[in-house]
DNA sequence: TTAGGGTTAG
């Protein structure tokens, strides 16, 4: 046996590191590198990639940035695997921007830059609709012989359509099909979720039929868009229907389904149904979600059952759903139009120690309140939003001025705008006179 | 021995 055999090489030591981070063992992989830095075998940009990969894998994209940093002091190259790994970390945290600063430094060092470049790339933008750039990402992609893929196309078609350009999304279609690529129920997904956003209901049901009777098996996904296009159209008769006939065919309506039903029928003005359906939803074993919450208060407010909607928001609370941004609009727009001020900073208050932060509710608020005539209740929830403390007054300032304008109110933004009203107070909260917004409308 | 993508909501 020669030394070869009996000592191990590079090609051991990387094969035992990419099997410790395939396991998430990083502690024991970093261990191993250690161990390699300081024997007779040095790392390769094999090892450093391996590395790299596990960094990424626990979530750790600096460390494994600052490794590529650690291979350019060693004079050992990164190679566009190296590159790559980085930038697949980079995609799955949505940092869009990192992998473009990766892409051109790739193409910096005259790196063939590779096809699942441009894919992440083009992939990335979609889903930030930055939709010129990424068709711009696209072309680049083409032009330097790389094809296009399915999940490129798609993800174009989908942000072209979310953008409000459906016709852009067919003519992208076409091309897919010319290209020779099949597309399957995710990119009909897209091209019907498009067409229903912009009205269209009647060609996404075109696709819809085109799909029953070609094989093409249609997912919950899509069949939330059709639901939610047919629900927004005012056909909510339909929307039932497809609802229905979707169980029938084995496809357990999800989430979506039932919020975007739930929507329909609320807009159809059908609450009661709605509300027959929110409770069916449970029982069919569906989660209620935020958005069914959302759906459902908003709806209650806007036929003055404030009473129903205000047990439907403790049910949330009780149900330890937390409530974002939309959902407390909704709730505290409710509660102020129907007199309840006080109650909504109230519940505010106390989501701050949940760990909840609002933060455009006092202007969501305030908005509501000028947007309704109610200057003098938006005056006095102001007063006590500086007088707590919760925002700075110049803020609260601003807020009014906007609020009262968009409403209108012209004439007291103006008066509001060269007052002192809200000036005079520091950020220290120290003693200072103050001019009380509801002076405003004192007079 | 090292990199892999796309669709749903107020």
């Known amino acids: 046996m020669n030394e070869q055999n009996i000592h191990p090489t590079l090609f051991t030591y990387n094969s035992l590191l990419n099997g410790l981070v395939g396991s998430s063992f990083i502690e024991s992989a970093e261990r191993v590198f250690v161990a390699m830095k300081e024997g007779r075998i040095k790392p390769d940009v094999v090892t450093y990639n391996t590395l790299i990969k596990g960094y990424c894998k626990i979530g750790k994209t600096r460390k494994a940035t600052e490794m590529v940093r650690e291979m350019e002091v060693i004079n050992l190259e990164p190679d566009v695997v190296t590159y790559m790994t980085i930038m697949q970390a980079c995609y799955s945290e949505g940092d869009v921007d990192c992998c473009l600063s990766l892409y051109?430094?790739?193409?910096?060092?005259?790196?063939?830059?590779?096809?699942?470049?441009?894919?992440?790339?083009?992939?990335?933008?979609?889903?930030?609709?930055?939709?010129?750039?990424?068709?711009?990402?696209?072309?680049?992609?083409?032009?330097?012989?790389?094809?296009?893929?399915?999940?490129?196309?798609?993800?174009?078609?989908?942000?072209?359509?979310?953008?409000?350009?459906?016709?852009?999304?067919?003519?992208?279609?076409?091309?897919?099909?010319?290209?020779?690529?099949?597309?399957?129920?995710?990119?009909?997904?897209?091209?019907?979720?498009?067409?229903?956003?912009?009205?269209?209901?009647?060609?996404?049901?075109?696709?819809?039929?085109?799909?029953?009777?070609?094989?093409?098996?249609?997912?919950?996904?899509?069949y939330s868009s059709l639901i939610d296009g047919l629900g927004k159209a005012g056909r909510v008769d339909e929307a039932e229907k497809v609802f229905d006939e979707m169980a029938e065919k084995g496809c357990l309506p999800d989430s979506y389904c039932y919020n975007a039903l739930i929507d329909g029928l609320c807009k159809c003005g059908r609450i009661d149904d709605a509300l027959v359906l929110f409770k069916r939803m449970e029982c069919d074993g569906c989660e209620h979600t935020v958005y069914t919450f959302t759906i459902l208060i908003s709806e209650l407010f806007r036929v003055h059952r404030n009473e129903e909607a205000v047990k439907m928001w403790d049910l949330m609370i009780d149900k330890g759903i937390t409530p974002n941004v939309a959902c407390f609009r909704a709730f505290s727009i409710g509660m102020c139009l129907s007199g309840k001020v006080a109650r909504a900073c109230k519940v505010l208050d106390e989501l701050a120690p949940m760990g909840v932060v609002l933060e455009t509710a006092y202007e969501d608020m305030i908005g509501a309140l000028c947007k309704a005539g109610r200057v003098k209740e938006a005056c006095k929830l102001a007063d006590g939003i500086v007088d707590r403390g919760r925002e700075i007054p110049g803020k609260i300032r601003t807020v009014m001025i906007h609020s009262l304008r968009k409403a209108g109110n012209a004439d007291l933004a103006i008066k509001l705008m060269h007052s002192k009203i809200g000036i005079g107070y520091d950020r220290m909260r120290s003693v200072k006179k103050r001019v009380k917004f509801q002076t405003l409308v004192d007079n």
């Not at 830059?113 to 990424?134: D, F, M, Q, R």
């Not at 992609?141 to 790389?146: A, H, K, V």
């Not at 979310?162 to 067919?170: E, T």
């Open 104 to 222: 051109h430094e790739m193409e910096d060092k005259g790196f063939q830059v590779p096809s699942h470049c441009y894919t992440l790339l083009i992939c990335g933008l979609c889903k930030t609709g930055k939709v010129l750039e990424a068709y711009a990402l696209f072309e680049n992609m083409l032009r330097n012989g790389c094809k296009g893929n399915k999940a490129v196309y798609t993800a174009l078609i989908d942000c072209y359509g979310k953008s409000g350009n459906s016709d852009g999304a067919l003519r992208l279609f076409e091309r897919m099909k010319m290209d020779g690529i099949e597309p399957d129920e995710v990119t009909y997904g897209a091209i019907v979720n498009g067409l229903c956003k912009s009205g269209r209901v009647e060609e996404a049901l075109g696709y819809f039929r085109f799909c029953n009777e070609n094989a093409v098996v249609v997912n919950a996904v899509f």
